[in-house]
């Protein structure tokens, strides 16, 4: 997934690529709790995000919905097993618990998501 990001499978605007993790900021109490040195990132391609943690072996894909000011991801599967997996496995991503996220900026360089408990920023890789 997301070998081909700038090919014609663009189908999400700016959304489309590989995005990098740098800030993980807790929204009440303002502490970071990741950055880039984590390694996490988030492939979106067609109808698909994928999570991954370069350090692991393994990934998260999930379906996910694009609206102006919302992403909201679907049903979760790991892989290589494909088997569906709860929210709560997306935890060390930054994925809330009911899979949304408020978009509150996202240009072809950047992004900005947030939900009850945090802020994510991200830059294009």
């Given at each position: 997934?997301?070998?081909?990001?700038?090919?014609?499978?663009?189908?999400?605007?700016?959304?489309?690529?590989?995005?990098?993790?740098?800030?993980?900021?807790?929204?009440?109490?303002?502490?970071?709790?990741?950055?880039?040195?984590?390694?996490?990132?988030?492939?979106?391609?067609?109808?698909?995000?994928?999570?991954?943690?370069?350090?692991?072996?393994?990934?998260?894909?999930?379906?996910?919905?694009?609206?102006?000011?919302s992403?909201?991801?679907?049903k979760?599967?790991?892989?290589?097993?494909?088997?569906?997996?709860?929210?709560?496995?997306?935890?060390?991503?930054?994925?809330?618990?009911?899979?949304?996220?408020?978009?509150?900026?996202?240009?072809?360089?950047?992004?900005?998501?947030?939900?009850?408990?945090?802020?994510?920023?991200?830059?294009?890789?």
């Amino acid at each position: 997934m997301c070998t081909a990001c700038e090919s014609k499978w663009d189908e999400n605007g700016d959304l489309d690529g590989m995005w990098q993790l740098t800030e993980w900021r807790d929204r009440t109490s303002g502490m970071v709790l990741k950055t880039n040195a984590d390694s996490v990132y988030y492939c979106v391609q067609l109808k698909l995000i994928k999570f991954q943690n370069m350090a692991q072996q393994f990934y998260y894909l999930c379906y996910f919905t694009q609206t102006p000011d919302s992403l909201i991801i679907g049903k979760v599967t790991t892989w290589p097993t494909n088997e569906e997996k709860a929210f709560t496995e997306l935890a060390p991503y930054g994925v809330p618990a009911n899979g949304r996220f408020h978009i509150d900026a996202l240009s072809r360089k950047h992004m900005r998501l947030s939900s009850d408990d945090a802020f994510l920023t991200f830059r294009k890789y």
